[in-house]
């Protein structure tokens, strides 16, 4: 029988619209026996809607990492230039960055992976952009997607 190719996570727990055709959805899903955490970016088109390759996986220790960090930033934006908010290892060679970003006169908040190997060292297309002004919804979803998560 064949597999079904269609997206099915354990417990989706809500979207962030980026425009009319994408949205950001933070979800818990399972691989290898372990749930984590996700952030993907999902667009409908007329030839393909569905998963992009945009998105980000935590587990639980990053989660704890990364929700403290976002839950003390300030209701509005403070900064008018990138700034840095942490980093967290991974695994080997990569890191997941926070970062306040300013991208076309918007300030949002990027967590990406920083990849450091012996060809390659520098940003991976893995990762998504919150728009501050959604941050807080955001911070709702992850500690609502922490408690999902086991360690």
Known sequence: MAESREFKPLKELGTIALSDTTQIKFYVDE???????????????????????????????????????????????DTLEDKELGRFPKKAGVELVLRITIFRDTTGVDLREWVEDTSYKGWSKKGVRIPYKDLAQAVSYLKEMRQLVAK
């Open 31 to 77: 691989y290898k026996g372990y749930k984590y955490g996700s952030m993907r970016t999902f667009i409908q088109g007329e030839s393909y809607s569905g998963p992009t390759k945009s998105g980000i996986t935590l587990n639980a220790s990053l989660l704890d990492s990364v929700i403290p960090v976002l839950d003390k930033l300030p209701k509005e934006p």
